[in-house]
C-alpha cells in the first residue's frame, strides 16, 4: 500500500492523461460493441463537444491544484482529519479518506447542487446531454467545476488525506466517471449485484432521465453506499425506458451548442416541468 500511496503523490502527468484518454478509447470500442442505446447522433461532434467542456476543467484544476496541496499538506502537518483521530493502518486510513472524499466531494455536493437553484444552473449542464456516453462525464460547466473543487478541499481538510490518497481519489472518480456514463449493455444481475457497494452503469443511468422524481437518484460517484444509507437510491426494472436529457432544455439549439451550455447558468432560471 505505501507503494500505491507513493506513487500516486508524485503520479506523472502522462500516466493521469492515460486514464483519461485510455478510459475514453476502450469504452468508445465498447460502445460500438454492445450498446445500451443506438443513438442516431454524430458521435464524434458530441465527444468534442464534451472534450472542449474537460479542457476548461484542467485549465481550472490546474489553477486550483495548489489550494487543494495545501489543504493536504496543512491537514497532515497538523494531523488533522479524520484519519488522524486513532491510529490505524495505512490501508484502512485509504479506505476511509477515500469514502469521505468521495460522500464529500462528490456525493454531497452532487445532491446539493440539485437542491441550490443557482448550483443547479450550473450542473444542468451535465444533465442536458440527450445521448449520454462515455464522454458525459466530462460534460460539466467550468462553475461547477469550481464548486465541486470547492467540496473536495472541504473534504481533504475532513479526513486528512494525504496528497496521495487525493490523487487516488481523482483517479478512481475519473475511471468511474467513464464506466457510469459509458453507453454500454450491462447484464442486469450483475449489475444490480455490484450496485450494493460501487455505482454502476445501469444505476447512474437513472440519474440522467430526463424529468423528476428520477432525476434527483442516484447521486453516487463511486460508492453506491450513499445513496442507500440516504434514501436516494432508485432501481429501473426497465433501464431502456429512460429518456435522458433534462425536461427544461430538450432543445437541441440549446443543449448541442458549447456556446448558449456556457451561457445557460446566467439565463433566467426554469422550473423543471416533471412532477417532484
Aim: hydrophobic share 50%; no cysteine; charged share 15%.
Amino acid at each position: 500500500m505505501e507503494s500505491i500511496i507513493a506513487f500516486f503523490e508524485d503520479i506523472p502527468t502522462v500516466y493521469r492523461s492515460l486514464i483519461l484518454i485510455g478510459g475514453i478509447f476502450i469504452f468508445w470500442v465498447l460502445e460500438g460493441v454492445i450498446p445500451l442505446f443506438k443513438f442516431n447522433y454524430r458521435k464524434v461532434r458530441h465527444a468534442g463537444i464534451n472534450l472542449l467542456f474537460t479542457l476548461f476543467t484542467a485549465i481550472i484544476g490546474f489553477g486550483l491544484a495548489g489550494v487543494l496541496f495545501f489543504a493536504s499538506v496543512w491537514s497532515n502537518e497538523n494531523n488533522f482529519g479524520v484519519i488522524h483521530l486513532i491510529e490505524m493502518p495505512l490501508w484502512l486510513q485509504v479506505i476511509i479518506a477515500v469514502m469521505i472524499l468521495d460522500l464529500v466531494g462528490a456525493y454531497f455536493v452532487h445532491w446539493v447542487q440539485h437542491k441550490v437553484k443557482w448550483m443547479w444552473k450550473f450542473h444542468l449542464i451535465h444533465h442536458s446531454d440527450t445521448t449520454v456516453d462515455v464522454t458525459t462525464g466530462l460534460r460539466h460547466h467550468p462553475g461547477e467545476t469550481v464548486i465541486r473543487i470547492f467540496f473536495t478541499i472541504v473534504a481533504v481538510f475532513l479526513s486528512g488525506a494525504s496528497i496521495g490518497m487525493v490523487m487516488l481519489y481523482q483517479s478512481l472518480s475519473v475511471l468511474f466517471a467513464h464506466i457510469t456514463h459509458a453507453n454500454i449493455n450491462m447484464p442486469k444481475k450483475i449489475d444490480h449485484a455490484i450496485s450494493y457497494v460501487f455505482v454502476t452503469p445501469n444505476m447512474h443511468k437513472v440519474h440522467h432521465h430526463f424529468e423528476q422524481p428520477l432525476t434527483d437518484t442516484n447521486y453516487g460517484n463511486i460508492f453506491a453506499i450513499w445513496d442507500r444509507i440516504f434514501g436516494t437510491f432508485v432501481k429501473v426494472d426497465d433501464i431502456k425506458e429512460l429518456r435522458y436529457g433534462i425536461d427544461t432544455h430538450m432543445d437541441p439549439e440549446e443543449n448541442d451548442r458549447f456556446s448558449n451550455l456556457l451561457k445557460i447558468p446566467f439565463q433566467k432560471y426554469r422550473p423543471p416541468k416533471g412532477r417532484k
